[in-house]
């Protein structure tokens, strides 16, 4: 072989190397089940406006569930809207399971202690794959706001909201009746709490802001392991071949409305120097 050659195959070897690094999701994930074969770069758009901002996203009946402020909405994988419910403010980050989506909404304050006497008004309601309401669980555990859901092995993992001052995070386990299982406490502060939650191939993966504009990984024991950009503070479902489609807010033409958009990423480690900026915002596109 060739010098060249050699240096070549060299460089497509390292590639591959920091792909593998940087891409947590196995292609045996089975995302293909649900997901078309989506490639790099894809840009699917919520078609409509609605009130408040995306807050989540999930895959689930051959679709894709945006979870807005205050609307769910159901869309193929184009972006075209085949159902859509109005919901409680505010709803949050969804997950899909047993062919039922769970959102939950948090209906009293978001990021502050609640006020002597106030009951919780935390709940995870429960829909069918047409929108139609199932029920809903009570999670007042959550002291400071519902604001995202993910499965894992039958049991619910719920996150929320964190007033300013307060260290560290919290997630809340429930059984498959929601019966509260235990608190993982966790070693990472950020801004509000936490947004979005998933588990993914022995990782979870949390969306925030104040985490300079990054996705927090930790085990799947909740210890953290790094740092990821882009950050998926407003939802991501995960695709095979280690891509994920990261949801986005698109700024709307009528007045406290916005849009949805999700484009096809990839995780890759963020250049050095560039972890210690704070988002304090949504994630919006650019």
Not at 57 to 82: C, E, H, P
Not at 87 to 113: A, E
Request: glycine share 14%.
């Amino acid at each position: 072989m060739t010098g060249f050659g050699i240096r070549f195959l060299a460089r497509l070897t390292a590639a591959a190397l920091f792909a593998a690094a940087f891409s947590p999701f196995a292609a045996s994930f089975g995302a293909e089940k649900v997901t078309p074969q989506l490639k790099y770069g894809t840009r699917i758009v919520c078609q409509g406006e609605y009130p408040g901002h995306l807050q989540g996203l999930v895959a689930g009946d051959g679709a894709i569930y945006w979870v807005f402020t205050r609307t769910i909405v159901k869309t193929d994988f184009s972006g075209r809207v085949l159902a859509k419910r109005a919901m409680p403010h505010h709803s949050g980050d969804p997950c899909w399971h047993g062919g039922k989506l769970y959102v939950p909404v948090c209906g009293g304050g978001f990021n502050r202690k609640p006020k002597p006497g106030d009951p919780s008004r935390n709940f995870v309601h429960v829909f069918d794959a047409g929108l139609k309401p199932l029920g809903k669980y009570p999670v007042p555990e959550l002291e400071y706001g519902a604001g995202g859901i993910a499965v894992r092995d039958g049991h619910f993992f719920v996150v929320g909201g964190r007033p300013k001052g307060l260290s560290g995070n919290t997630v809340y386990e429930y059984d498959g009746d929601f019966k509260p299982v235990r608190r993982h406490e966790l070693d990472f502060d950020s801004l509000k709490g936490i947004q979005t939650i998933n588990f993914v191939s022995g990782k979870w993966y949390f969306g925030c802001y104040g985490t300079g504009g990054l996705t927090i990984e930790t085990d799947e024991n909740f210890r953290f392991t790094r740092k990821l950009r882009p950050n998926v503070a407003t939802g991501m479902i995960p695709l095979p071949r280690g891509l994920v489609l990261i949801g986005r807010i698109v700024k709307g033409k009528v007045h406290k409305r916005s849009g949805g958009a999700a484009r096809v990423m990839r995780f890759t480690a963020p250049p050095a120097g560039k972890t210690s900026a704070r988002k304090t915002a949504p994630e919006r596109e650019k």
